[in-house]
């Protein structure tokens, strides 16, 4: 249970840490999404570039069967070998 709780605090303060981050183009805002009762968690990119609408995934996380699984990780460092040091 402890790990589990451990894994739910590192997914969640690694989100919180990317969606600081605000894209210098447009006006785009990052949003957290943690849904902490089915163990998804993801940061999105919403708004606007322009004429252009951007909607989309940036990292998408899911806790499966006591496991981390990232499903999407569209940074350009790799969401993987992030630690959590400095949160």
Do not use: C
């Not at 605000?22 to 089915?38: F, Q, T, Y």
């Not at 570039?49 to 990292?59: E, F, M, Y």
């Amino acid at each position: 249970m402890d790990t589990l709780r451990n894994y739910h605090e590192l997914v969640r303060n690694l989100l919180l840490k990317y969606g600081q981050y605000k894209p210098s183009n447009g006006e785009i805002e990052p949003e957290v999404i943690l849904d902490l009762e089915r163990d998804r968690y993801e940061l999105m990119h919403v708004g606007w570039d322009n004429q252009r609408r951007v909607h989309g995934s940036v990292i998408h996380i899911d806790i499966i069967e006591g496991k981390i699984w990232i499903q999407h990780d569209g940074t350009n460092i790799s969401v993987k070998d992030s630690r959590d040091t400095d949160t």
